[in-house]
């Protein structure tokens, strides 16, 4: 028996990877985001009162992190943590999913209509744009149960806000309140056009 432990295998869908390199469902989307999606709904998830709004056990959320970096999908069974890891998929895309650019202007608070926020979307690399219209539908179903799970538009995106456009870890604490802030207007007045405009028949993300 070799007196040496075999080195763990590098995940196949990591957190935290540049988009370019990431793996694509056949929707057009990162395909650990399509799988965590489908297993919400395999197991009603979206049903349950305060989904991603809730957090998960810490141990159980580490192992079914696990399971969904490494691919094996099957196998996830919490729904709190699977609807935390697409937070946290959100949260760690380098640079944010809008790109440092654009997400500068978000800070900045310079977009004034939802038109606009919705032509910067437009404006984003495929990839990148897909990924968010992708998070707007799964944000307009989660919603279509209100009546089951309590979460309305405005709670869904001021439980994502935080992660799409993430504050530096030097950032004044006051500075950082009032950034979340700007992503909240931002993330709502997006929704809005978008829902208001016909939402997934409007411009769904496996267009």
């Known amino acids: 028996m070799s007196i040496f432990r075999k080195k763990p295998k590098p995940p196949t869908h990591p957190f935290g990877a540049a988009l370019d390199g990431v793996r694509v469902a056949e929707g057009g989307v990162p395909a ?65 999913i809008f790109g440092l650019e654009q997400a500068r202007r978000i800070a900045d608070g ?51 806000a935080p992660n799409l456009v993430s504050p530096p870890d030097s950032m004044d604490p006051m500075l950082c309140l009032q950034l979340n802030k700007r992503v909240v207007q931002f993330a709502e007045k997006l929704f809005d056009f978008w829902n208001g405009s016909g939402g997934p028949s409007f411009a769904t993300w496996a267009a």
Request: glycine share 6%; net charge negative; charged share 25%.
């Open 32 to 96: 650990v985001l399509a799988a965590m999606r489908g297993r919400l709904w395999e197991h009603q998830g979206y049903l349950i009162e305060g989904i991603f709004r809730v957090t998960a056990a810490a141990s159980t959320f580490k192992k079914q992190r696990e399971l969904a970096e490494g691919g094996k999908w099957d196998k996830l069974d919490d729904m709190e943590s699977v609807a935390q890891l697409i937070k946290v998929w959100f949260r760690e895309v380098p640079g944010s």
């Open 110 to 160: 310079e977009l004034s209509d939802g038109a606009a926020c919705y032509a910067l979307v437009e404006g984003l690399p495929d990839l990148n744009r897909r990924t968010i219209l992708w998070l707007l539908e799964l944000i307009y179903d989660v919603c279509r149960h209100e009546d089951q799970n309590s979460m309305t538009p405005q709670a869904m995106t001021i439980v994502f």
